[in-house]
């Protein structure tokens, strides 16, 4: 088990990799499945975080987006507060994590429908000592959710959008859980969208394909909003809220 600290800038600059292993042991070592286990560094605290050195899904590494979403979100606290949240594409559980050590958040993660990403998840609640695993769905966006009445009053999720084709599923998961949350207790004092999905997008692709998951959300009645620092929050219009 390789045990490091790590730095996400790590992850764009692998020039000494080919003096490691051969391309032949490379290929061995992903069709076996790996982990690799190291510490990342969150505000406040690091997390010894389980990833998959391969992952046919690609739910196996942090980004920086992760780190500098949990930065934004220490700092605008108040987007979390008495919130039911899920993550989508929760990959590793790490912010998931983060927000319930930090903050005691109520949080439910979730990511593609596979078995390994659940158990890597659950792996990585009990490393960073959680005597209860976080809560987790299996859903592969596009599909028809397992909960049939979603609560979640936010959806968070960080680098997401790298590939253009999910983009459809992507929204039609969205408009169902933003669109059947049914407001239980009225929030008189709420300063942000209530239900909304909140965002942290990163990682750069061509800005035309970065438009197309916006202009969607639009059409299928959202209102995007540019929060600051590469965060996006997406809501219902009024249209659809009232």
Excluded at 108 to 118: L, N, Q, R
Excluded at 196 to 204: E, I, K, T, V
Aim: net charge negative; glycine share 6%.
């Amino acid at each position: 088990m390789d045990i490091a600290l790590f730095s996400p800038s790590s992850l764009f600059a692998h020039e000494d990799d080919s003096s490691s292993s051969s391309g032949g042991e490379e290929e061995k070592e992903e069709t076996q499945q790996t982990y690799i286990e190291r510490y990342h560094k969150f505000p406040g605290m690091d997390l010894l975080i389980q990833e998959f050195s391969f992952h046919q899904l690609n739910a196996n590494l942090l980004w920086p987006g992760t780190f500098a979403f949990a930065e934004w979100l220490v700092e605008h606290n108040t987007w979390l507060k008495g919130r039911r949240i899920i993550e989508l594409g929760s990959g590793t559980g790490a912010l998931a994590i983060f927000l319930r050590k930090t903050f005691d958040v109520d949080i439910t993660t979730s990511d593609f429908d596979d078995e390994e990403v659940e158990e890597n998840i659950a792996h990585n609640c009990r490393a960073n000592g959680m005597s209860l695993v976080l809560p987790h769905i299996r859903h592969s966006w596009g599909d028809k959710f397992p909960t049939s009445d979603p609560d979640w009053d936010l959806v968070i999720a960080s680098d997401i959008l790298l590939y253009v084709k999910q983009y459809p599923n992507l929204i039609k998961t969205l408009s169902y859980l933003l669109k059947s949350y049914k407001i239980r207790d009225k929030k008189t004092d709420v300063q942000v969208p209530w239900p909304a999905f909140l965002m942290s997008w990163r990682r750069r692709i061509g800005k035309d394909d970065e438009a197309l998951f916006f202009s969607g959300c639009e059409d299928a009645g959202f209102v995007v909003e540019h929060l600051g620092s590469r965060v996006y929050c997406i809501s219902l219009s009024k249209t659809f809220s009232a």
